[in-house]
């Protein structure tokens, strides 16, 4: 009989195996250590898994070792959904702030990240790994069923060049380098995030957040030029990439997201 305890039920996992009725699933080293050492999970207890594919499941802590852990698949627990389609491009930012964003930027819903240089990116790569560790983390802690997409880091030129103009985005644009214009430009060179959604309809969306730099005068310019790309001010203050990017997610999902109703 599981033991059926308030702590063990409160632990999510991700796992790569297909999910039924009474399979068996051996999780990795890591995730071992996580059920043993740190949430103290022994034979019996009850934990909540999914892939992403198979909706939520309730297994049992069928065996452990000192570095290994093996479940049993009990019961369905919640029907597979999807996160609303909106993408995220960024452009790479320091190494504890990036970690942070993407996995705040998962628990916010985002369905698809995408990693993009830009004339002021410093990053000259992206550790993939790490960054999917931290998708993982911030699907299980948010209770969403479904871990997003990471795309490969490429030029935003190519990016836009290649883009499928039916989803629109959210250029987060300060506007820093408008000649005359104090750092933030006019109202920042768009109209208010808020007033800008409510003129616009769900559906496909992805939005734009620069590097620490802001983005280059002629960026702005050639994204401005794009029939699918919609400006947005994010008010009057000067806030960090991680900031700004997790300010705009929370008024895109309160107007046009899964947080409208």
Same mark, same amino acid.
């Given at each position: 009989? $599981?033991?059926?305890? @308030?702590?063990?039920?409160?632990?999510?996992?991700?796992?790569?195996?297909?999910?039924?009725?009474?399979?068996?699933?051996? &999780?990795?080293?890591?995730?071992?250590?996580?059920?043993?050492?740190?949430?103290?999970?022994?034979?019996?207890?009850?934990?909540?898994?999914?892939?992403?594919?198979?909706?939520?499941?309730?297994?049992?802590?069928?065996?452990?070792?000192?570095?290994?852990?093996?479940?049993?698949?009990?019961?369905?627990?919640?029907?597979?959904?999807?996160? $609303?389609?909106? =993408?995220?491009?960024?452009?790479?930012?320091?190494?504890?702030?990036?970690?942070?964003?993407?996995?705040?930027?998962?628990?916010?819903?985002? @369905?698809?990240?995408?990693?993009?240089?830009?004339?002021?990116?410093?990053?000259?790569? !992206?550790?993939?790994?790490?960054?999917?560790?931290?998708?993982?983390?911030?699907?299980?802690?948010?209770?969403?069923?479904?871990?997003?997409?990471?795309?490969?880091?490429?030029?935003?030129?190519?990016?836009?060049?290649?883009?499928?103009?039916?989803?629109?985005?959210?250029?987060?644009?300060?506007?820093?380098?408008?000649?005359?214009?104090?750092?933030?430009?006019?109202?920042?060179?768009?109209?208010? &995030?808020?007033?800008?959604?409510?003129?616009?309809?769900?559906?496909?969306?992805?939005?734009?957040?620069?590097?620490?730099?802001?983005?280059? =005068?002629?960026?702005?310019?050639?994204?401005?030029?794009?029939?699918? !790309? !919609?400006? !947005? @001010?994010?008010? $009057?203050?000067?806030?960090?990439?991680?900031?700004?990017?997790?300010?705009?997610? @929370?008024?895109?999902?309160?107007?046009?997201?899964?947080?409208?109703?």
């Amino acid at each position: 009989m $599981p033991n059926v305890n @308030s702590d063990s039920l409160k632990v999510r996992l991700f796992v790569d195996a297909p999910l039924e009725a009474d399979l068996h699933v051996e &999780v990795n080293e890591a995730q071992a250590h996580y059920l043993i050492h740190v949430m103290r999970l022994a034979a019996g207890d009850l934990l909540a898994v999914f892939n992403g594919r198979d909706g939520e499941w309730r297994a049992v802590v069928e065996r452990m070792g000192k570095r290994s852990c093996v479940l049993r698949l009990a019961s369905p627990e919640r029907a597979q959904t999807y996160a $609303p389609d909106l =993408w995220m491009l960024f452009a790479p930012i320091k190494r504890a702030a990036l970690g942070y964003l993407v996995q705040k930027a998962t628990e916010l819903g985002v @369905s698809r990240l995408q990693p993009v240089r830009t004339a002021r990116t410093i990053a000259t790569r !992206v550790n993939e790994e790490r960054l999917r560790a931290n998708m993982v983390e911030g699907a299980e802690q948010s209770g969403r069923l479904c871990v997003p997409e990471l795309a490969p880091f490429q030029d935003l030129s190519a990016v836009m060049g290649a883009w499928d103009e039916t989803r629109k985005v959210m250029f987060c644009d300060e506007s820093g380098d408008d000649a005359g214009a104090p750092w933030g430009g006019m109202r920042g060179g768009a109209d208010p &995030v808020g007033e800008v959604l409510a003129r616009e309809k769900p559906g496909p969306w992805a939005m734009l957040i620069g590097p620490e730099g802001g983005f280059s =005068w002629q960026e702005r310019q050639d994204l401005r030029a794009l029939s699918f !790309v !919609v400006p !947005v @001010s994010l008010g $009057p203050r000067i806030m960090r990439a991680d900031t700004a990017a997790l300010a705009a997610l @929370s008024v895109w999902q309160s107007i046009l997201g899964d947080w409208s109703g």
